[in-house]
């Protein structure tokens, strides 16, 4: 089974930023045939969404128009690990943020991690 251990939450200002991390627990991306890695989130109250993707065979990446020209997703084969840089932090980004082997739809990612929890407060 497919986990993923997200890290580097925590609580900034409006306007702040944070570097999440992503890493696979266990299995290389390479071996694995994951072609895609997805950053979901859950604020209070919530549904899980989507936030950002990004391809592991080549460049591609997605962000949700709430996210867009604010986080940057990325990866560093080497480390196992997917990052989502966070810059420009609002209230409306707190939540929980999950990784998984799927983008967009949290319906069809089939095990969760532990999350990272993000809150943005003054």
């Known amino acids: 089974q497919l986990q993923f251990v997200e890290s580097g939450g925590g609580l900034v200002q409006p306007g702040g930023s944070l570097r999440l991390s992503c890493t696979a627990s266990?299995?290389?991306?390479?071996?694995?045939?994951?072609?895609?890695i997805g950053w979901f989130r859950q604020a209070p109250g919530k549904g899980r969404e989507g936030v950002s993707c990004?391809?592991?065979?080549?460049?591609?990446?997605g962000y949700a128009d709430s996210v867009k020209g604010r986080f940057t997703i990325s990866r560093d084969d080497a480390k196992n690990t997917v990052y989502l840089q966070m810059n420009s932090l609002k209230p409306e980004d707190t939540g929980i943020y999950y990784c998984?082997?799927?983008?967009?739809?949290?319906?069809?990612?089939?095990?969760w991690g532990q999350g990272t929890q993000v809150i943005v407060s003054s």
């Open positions: 990004i391809s592991t065979r080549g460049s591609g990446t």
């Open positions: 998984g082997a799927r983008c967009w739809n949290p319906a069809v990612v089939a095990s």
């Open positions: 266990g299995f290389s991306l390479d071996n694995y045939g994951i072609n895609i």
